[in-house]
């Protein structure tokens, strides 16, 4: 089939496609996981070209270390003769893909490339193994491995030119057996340590190679025959007890390895389904049982041990930022020490370039060694791409319209651009937050330069501000710079309406006890049109006057909030719901609340603020207050500080738990109680079900013996009659799916 599907695309249109697919991962972040997996079938077999050459190159661009793509990629190259281009993959893919099966292909190409070369051959395609065994020496299935190298050492026949290149270089003569049978012992002594599936076979092996050995020693006559049986049977006594442990170790690590899927195409979190979710389970289980070291090795093999358990996890995790980090704790902690973490984190950023977190520890990682300068180039790395390129000013205002007004004031230059520049605002605060307080920790005037260059580039974000001015009070106790900075931001016509900010300066002036400028604060504020329908500044303010003021004063404050956001709609309970957040809100302290733990849950599940009670029938959530398409309850008041009407509390029957106001739901009772049964979408974390899966698997149930919620139960009702389900459009998504199953498996047929 795939032959035939390729046979109908050029491969010109196999590239267009795969740059299809790249596009949507780049700009809309969809990885379409069984159309690259068909794409790579697609090109299987393909004669290479520079078109499909192309497609293998979008294709390992959208999963980097996916060892079957970068298999396929050598197959190609070797089929088409192009020894440059297979030397030039392996060199890209070796080592950030360790996997026997490359490695395989890797000897295989070497052995071949170096036959006509003789002695000089020999010699690197030894080397080469050598190589291959210290880097994927380690592995479950490196058994044929270890066979194939032993094989190679002790193929050649004396007299042969192999045999000379192996053994007769820089030897005296008559010493070619000798260095042979030590290179032997010591190949099969590392081999015998390695829980691998060939285990017992290499021990069966070097057993038999020692008693040949003793024997050849024998039978060359003299007394050397007796002491050299008797070495042979010390040196098997002395290896015994390491290959057992080495085979109780097989066990346990066979069954660690059970269910991974080394060949799994690396995705971010979330973006690979639940089995995704079990390979990183899988992974993670299987790297915290090799660091136990169950077979007590020697530090040197159980770091290489370690290590390549590490870069085999980040074949299929290499999104995974806490599997990178902890391989680089591994490294600073037990591992190959601080250099290697250093170069572990490096490639983290290079792997993951928007991933702050991996960029902090990284800077982090360099200033505790004193290596101010590397760590400063790592902060500068992520603010240059916040700020306009050298010149982009000059180059703005040369490319002004000719009717553009020259007193206008000119539009603010974009900024560099990069993968930090593409995060939301609160990333590029970050950015520049650390910077700061990298800056703070040489000397406060280097942190006051930064906030300068902070805020002067485009789009700022107001926590830069914030962070700022609590950096003067906190380190300084400069109270006077910190105000001033905070009205700074005030100027800032975008500032003035996030209640984000407003708050946080409230805070600070509180911190100080400035409670009057504090109290003008808020009132001023409140002037804004935006800000006078804040849920989140009403509240604030209220919770400020009900502690710092008189009675009376707050009483009046609360009728003014009222006013301020609207009265409540009229869906049944709208009122009481508004009452009783006011007066929790009242008598409120931290996360306390003036009512007992049940009651409270309630209280907060009807404000829309918590989940629903054990035991409590779940209503359909009320829409946003004195509107009808408003925000639903619960929601970050971010929305509300931009024009929302009112408070939010969940007032049953105004909205269904689908969203939306509407007529009731059509879909059949049971499925519909169903619903009503399931927490609210703002409550659930962690990946999207499969649509397709959840309903077969549920039409698919058989019916249980008391008709209660079952699959059978479900086709029962779904095909009743259209007048005993009210013929909603629930029961006709149903069976269209279940006539388009039909269809398909009469095709399969």
Request: net charge negative; charged share 25%; proline share 7%.
């Amino acid at each position: 089939m795939a032959d035939e599907r390729r046979r109908g695309r050029s491969p010109a249109e196999l590239l267009e496609r795969a740059q299809q697919l790249r596009l949507k991962i780049q700009e809309q972040d969809v990885y379409d996981l069984q159309a690259f997996k068909q794409l790579l079938d697609d090109v299987r077999g393909a004669a290479m070209s520079d078109e499909i050459s192309l497609v293998y190159e979008e294709l390992v661009a959208a999963f980097p270390t996916a060892v079957g793509i970068w298999t396929r990629y050598v197959e190609a190259e070797m089929a088409a003769g192009n020894a440059e281009g297979v030397k030039a993959v392996f060199g890209r893919c070796l080592m950030q893909c360790p996997s026997v099966d490359l490695w395989f292909m890797y000897l295989k190409f070497i052995k071949k490339s170096n036959e006509p070369r003789g002695a000089e051959g020999i010699l690197e395609t030894r080397q080469a193994y050598d190589f291959t065994l210290d880097t994927i020496g380690q592995d479950i299935h490196s058994g044929p491995l270890w066979q194939e190298y032993i094989g190679f050492l002790s193929g050649p026949k004396p007299g042969s030119p192999a045999y000379a290149a192996l053994w007769s270089s820089g030897m005296v003569g008559g010493q070619e057996e000798s260095s042979k049978t030590a290179a032997l012992r010591r190949t099969y002594q590392r081999a015998i340590v390695v829980p691998t599936h060939s285990l017992e076979l290499i021990w069966k092996n070097y057993e038999a190679f020692e008693q040949q050995t003793a024997a050849a020693a024998a039978a060359g006559g003299g007394g050397s025959g007796l002491a050299a049986k008797q070495f042979s049977q010390r040196v098997i006594g002395e290896q015994r007890p390491r290959f057992q442990a080495a085979r109780m170790a097989y066990r346990e690590r066979k069954r660690k390895m059970e269910g991974i899927d080394p060949a799994a195409l690396p995705v971010p979190p979330g973006k690979g389904g639940p089995q995704q979710q079990e390979q990183a389970r899988l992974w993670k289980a299987f790297l915290e049982y090799e660091r136990s070291n169950p077979q007590r090795l020697e530090a040197g093999a159980l770091a290489q041990r370690v290590e390549l358990g590490y870069m085999q996890a980040l074949m299929c995790l290499l999104h995974f930022p806490e599997v990178w980090y902890d391989y680089a704790r591994w490294h600073a902690d037990a591992g190959s020490g601080v250099a290697q973490a250093t170069a572990c984190l490096v490639r983290a950023v290079a792997a993951l370039p928007n991933c702050l977190l991996l960029h902090f520890a990284l800077a982090d990682l360099q200033e505790a060694q004193g290596h101010t300068d590397a760590a400063r180039e790592v902060y500068e790395s992520l603010v240059k791409q916040l700020e306009p390129p050298p010149g982009a000013a000059q180059q703005q205002q040369q490319q002004q319209p000719n009717g553009a007004d020259p007193a206008a004031p000119p539009a603010p230059p974009e900024p560099a651009g990069g993968p930090i520049a593409a995060l939301p605002p609160d990333q590029h605060a970050l950015a520049w937050i650390q910077y700061m307080r990298f800056c703070r920790r040489e000397s406060l005037l280097a942190s006051r330069k930064m906030f300068i260059r902070a805020k002067k580039a485009p789009r700022c974000p107001w926590q830069v501000y914030v962070a700022s001015a609590l950096m003067e009070w906190r380190h300084v106790r400069e109270r006077d710079v910190a105000r001033k900075i905070f009205e700074k931001g005030l100027e800032v016509a975008e500032y003035a309406t996030t209640p984000e900010y407003i708050l946080a300066y409230a805070d600070f002036l509180c911190d100080v006890g400035d409670v009057d400028n504090a109290r003008a604060l808020f009132e001023r504020v409140l002037t804004e049109d935006a800000n006078r329908k804040s849920v989140l500044l009403w509240e604030r303010y209220l919770a400020f006057e009900f502690e710092m003021g008189d009675l009376q004063s707050a009483l009046r404050l609360e009728k003014r909030a009222r006013e301020a956001l609207g009265e409540l709609s009229g869906a049944p309970g709208a009122g009481a719901a508004r009452n009783i957040q006011l007066l929790l809100l009242r008598y409120q302290f931290l996360d306390s609340y003036a009512c007992p733990p049940g009651q409270q849950q309630y209280l907060l599940h009807l404000m829309g603020k918590g989940p629903a009670p054990p035991g409590f029938e779940r209503q359909r959530r009320g829409g946003a207050a004195g509107s009808e398409g408003g925000d639903g309850a619960g929601q970050d008041d971010r929305n509300a500080g931009r024009g929302g009407d009112g408070w939010s509390p969940a007032v049953p029957g105004e909205r269904d738990m689908r969203g939306g106001t509407g007529p009731p739901s059509a879909l059949p009772p049971l499925l519909d109680r169903f619903l009503s049964m399931l927490p609210a979408p703002e409550y659930l974390d962690g990946p999207v079900p499969d649509l397709n899966l959840v309903l077969d698997t549920l039409l698919g149930m058989p019916d249980d013996e008391h008709g209660g919620v079952a699959g059978g139960g479900v086709k029962r009702e779904l095909e009743g009659d259209e007048h005993d389900m009210g013929g909603g459009p629930g029961r006709d998504i149903f069976r269209m799916r279940a006539k388009q199953r039909a269809r398909l498996a009469a095709g399969d047929a």
